[in-house]
């Protein structure tokens, strides 16, 4: 099995169609220090992942300033309010270009999708230096201040 960097699952070559079966095989994805597993009562099968297992395709946000709170809603059906608990990263690539990621559950990431990421940064401000958002009580990096200007 694989998972894409765009989220979709594949068995054997062929995209998994079914919304629910893909759905059911996340509940089951696990994260052993560097490898992806799926894990049953009976076995432990190994799975390729491109990045990481889901996309982040929205999010919701209540409140403002440092009470702000941002859900992120994943293509599988998982909701992770980013928080100290849940930190939002942002990788950039050779080019400068940023990838922006959220944890969803137990060592388990989420790409934040380009136009959640742009709704992301409308909601930006400037603290110590960088450009972040602020979300359940934690202030996240995104750049620094000074690459704004």
Partial sequence: MRI???GTWFYDG???GRERLVRL?????RKDGDVYVLV???EKVGIT???V?????DFTAEGDGEDQVLTFHTNVGDDAAASAENPIRVE????????PYVLVRAALEARIDRKSFYRMVDLGTHKDGWFGVWSGGSFFPIIPSAELE
């Fill in 4 to 6: 894409a960097r765009d």
């Fill in 14 to 16: 062929t995209p998994i």
């Fill in 25 to 29: 095989f996340s509940t089951i994805l």
């Fill in 40 to 42: 049953t009562p009976v």
């Fill in 49 to 51: 992942v491109e990045d």
């Fill in 53 to 57: 297992p889901f996309v982040a395709i």
């Fill in 92 to 99: 950039r690539d050779t080019d400068g270009e940023p990838t």
